[in-house]
């Protein structure tokens, strides 16, 4: 039996169904379970001292590309809106290998764990030179970060229309075949899974309509989760429109692209009826706010979104469109762009860290997660409130107004992932190490 104890928290933001906060309370975890939340707790396992801290559920990740975080801010693509962006990375992308996709996923993932993340999904679409699905699983179980990888895919290259170059499109046959493969070798449905898997080609204009449909009905035969790419700007709705003659949503509606086991990314450009549809099929969305500013595509709907009821998790997007992989940042994010367009009213504090923690477990149907209750997985944020982020606050529980941008703790399934600022699963600077030379060797002559 492991057993820690959170004595004394600053405040325990429980995300529950009533939105409870307790001052001064402890948290008891067991064998990766929350057991209990109280008051003068006890323990013979390990104790944390936490009167400095803002406890909260782990941040939760909706959306990502992890092996974007070797093409941050490349200069071609530094400007860019989103099509001429993607053409520009398209041919660095076509150079990496295994090596590559792991380390560069190992580098973002530390960034979302010192940043307040426990579980995050990644849609990975591009399989150059070997590499597997495989290597970023690989990545987050040495991290120790619960993960929800999808079998991203692109089929339609430039030679038929397409956006992608051939080099790095598959044929639908073998993408497929390969998402049975890694569904059956990672997949995990059970409470607690610290690893499942779900099926996302990349986007309506980077696959044929047969691929979308076959993928969503080998989704459901295999009882997993759907991840894709949906009207994320004007472009995207001027092709949608040009190419299949209706807007986005209906264009998922008809292949099957709704339902509580499909989570969108962007949705930046929903109209209300496609809100509707969203609403009443509890289709989930994830909100990428920098990633919208980034690339100039607008802001998201997500007032009217949340108000109709869909489930709305945050997401960080890929790193060569963020360029950040920092979670929290993303939460502030998310709750200041709904002001710009809607007031100061539109969207507080407290509910962006809850979109960023419950929403986002709602999204990706982890409701083991997301919440501070006994019962619940114990993946948890410690935030240290004592320091000059904080300083002169006068509600320190209200972490995305003043609060810090990295945690003091992070435990997933009760295991400390990182301690007093510091990871603890992996060696942090050999891996930026390892970073740098594959990014320096990717920037260099081909
Ligand atoms: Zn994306």
Redesign the pocket.
Known sequence: MSETLIRNAHSVLTMDDAGSEFAGADVLIRDGVIVQIGEGLTSTGEVVEASNCVVTPGLVNT???LYQTLTRAVPGGQDALLFGWLQTLYPIWARFGPEEMRISALAGLAELALSGCTLTSD?LYLYPNGARLDDTVDAATEIGLRFHATRGAMSIGESDGGLPPDALVEREDAILEDCIRVIDAFHDPSEGAMVRVGVAPCSPFSVSRELMRDAALLARDKGVMMHT?LA?NEEDIAYSEAKFGCRPGQYAEELGWTGPDVWH??CVKLDGQEIDLFAQSRTGV?H?PC?NCRLGSGIAPIRDMVDAGVPVGL?V??SA?NDSSNLVAEARQAMLLQRVSRGADAMSAREALRLATRGGAEVLGRHDCGQIAAGKRADLALWDVSGIDSAGSWDKAALLLAGPQRVRHLFVEGRQVVRDGLLRTIDLAATLAHQNMLAQRLAGPT
């Open positions: 959306h990502h590309h849609h790419h994320e990314a962007h994830a990428c990633s997401g997007d890929g469109s």
